[in-house]
T-cell receptor, first 113, second 111 residues
Framework: DTGVSQNPRHKITKRGQNVTFRCDPISEHNRLYWYRQTLGQGPEFLTYFQNEAQLEKSRLLSDRFSAERPKGSFSTLEIQRTEQGDSAMYLC???????????FGSGTRLTVV | GESVGLHLPTLSVQEGDNSIINCAYSNSASDYFIWYKQESGKGPQFIIDIRSNMDKRQGQRVTVLLNKTVKHLSLQIAATQPGDSAVYFCAERGDDYKLSFGAGTTVTVRA
């Protein structure tokens, strides 16, 4: 296991379409986080899981966004009815609990046209 | 809400010189701080961290200083190299265990 893996790396979609991203965390990490990053800004928290439980969702996460981590391993982030404002880098990170920093993946860059 | 911020959005440094990147934070409940480096098209990469019960921590070519009195964090990079060119973020962890990031400082190393 070499780190956090995210797929796809890039996604271009038309406005109104649904998209789904996948994150595979480091295998022994029980916490998984989703962040969004727009150009020139730092990452903004979206949601996080401890094992399979989604413990918190940011108010940035509208009803069009849903995240799952069904078996406490990989996670998916789905955006329904995409809008141009959804264009951003979506970052996934994992950690081995409350006492450790995060390891980030390379992100999925979404462009909504 | 409270957030982490960086003093300068850009920093230009001569190769071989030392770099200092500053960060101000406002959440006095934060107990853990991390510096990340982000290169174009990549996710943030961990550089060094420090807990609130420390005021200095050293790594390889990097040093993080924490001044809790004025809520200030800095990252020092010794003998800056071209490969150090990137965006640097400080992040703080509050009592909810989530990391909050500032806007970042873009470091450009001049040959």
């Amino acid at each position: 296991d070499t780190g956090v893996s995210q797929n796809p790396r890039h996604k271009i979609t038309k406005r109104g379409q649904n998209v789904t991203f996948r994150c595979d965390p480091i295998s022994e990490h029980n916490r998984l986080y989703w962040y969004r990053q727009t150009l020139g800004q730092g990452p903004e928290f979206l949601t996080y899981f401890q094992n399979e439980a989604q413990l918190e969702k940011s108010r940035l996460l509208s009803d069009r966004f849903s995240a799952e981590r069904p078996k406490g391993s990989f996670s998916t982030l789905e955006i329904q009815r995409t809008e141009q404002g959804d264009s951003a880098m979506y970052l996934c990170a994992s950690s081995a609990g409350q006492s450790y920093g995060y390891t980030f993946g390379s992100g999925t860059r979404l462009t909504v046209v | 809400g409270e957030s982490v911020g960086l003093h300068l959005p850009t920093l230009s440094v001569q190769e071989g010189d030392n770099s200092i990147i500053n960060c101000a934070y406002s959440n006095s409940a934060s107990d853990y701080f991390i510096w990340y480096k982000q290169e174009s098209g990549k996710g943030p990469q961990f550089i060094i961290d420090i807990r609130s019960n420390m005021d200095k921590r050293q790594g390889q070519r990097v040093t993080v200083l924490l001044n809790k009195t004025v809520k200030h964090l800095s990252l020092q990079i010794a003998a800056t190299q071209p490969g150090d060119s990137a965006v640097y973020f400080c992040a703080e962890r509050g009592d909810d265990y989530k990391l909050s990031f500032g806007a970042g400082t873009t470091v450009t190393v001049r040959a």
